[in-house]
């Protein structure tokens, strides 16, 4: 399983993007598909996932009301789409599939849980 990110980019604060995640595999409809960032310096942390039925879970009450997670199975790919982008925003985003689940987990998004990561794609956001 391959995962590619793409659709950071800098933006003024109050902007929006759409990130991308294609999953290769004919197994993507199944898997649980999460979204993380890491600022620069700190650790990577879950932000969003998405289980295989669409439901979907929040780990950062920072994002709740801006970003949103979803999925086109046809397509192979999640998206993240983040309005009304915060300077604090500011990150390397990586999306991840955990291949033994089709849901997320409910109370914390397990790194080591994921097999498959995607190179990155970075957000910045100007005050």
């Known amino acids: 399983v391959q995962l590619q990110a793409s659709g950071g980019g800098s933006v003024q604060a109050g902007g929006s993007l759409r990130l991308s995640c294609v999953v290769s595999?004919?197994?993507?409809?199944?898997?649980?598909v999460g979204w993380f960032r890491q600022v620069s310096g700190n650790k990577r942390a879950g932000v969003l996932c998405?289980?295989?039925?669409?439901?979907?879970?929040y780990y950062t009450n920072f994002v709740k009301g801006r970003f949103t997670i979803s999925r086109d199975n046809d397509k192979n790919t999640v998206y993240l789409q983040m309005n009304n982008l915060k300077p604090e925003d500011t990150a390397m985003y990586y999306c991840?599939?955990?291949?033994?689940?089709?849901?997320?987990?409910?109370?914390?998004?397990?790194?080591?849980?994921?097999?498959?990561w995607g190179q990155g794609t970075l957000v910045t956001v100007s005050s």
């Open positions: 991840a599939a955990d291949r033994l689940r089709t849901q997320c987990r409910s109370d914390t998004l397990i790194q080591t849980d994921f097999h498959s």
């Open positions: 595999g004919i197994g993507m409809p199944y898997y649980a």
């Open positions: 998405i289980s295989s039925d669409g439901g979907t879970t």
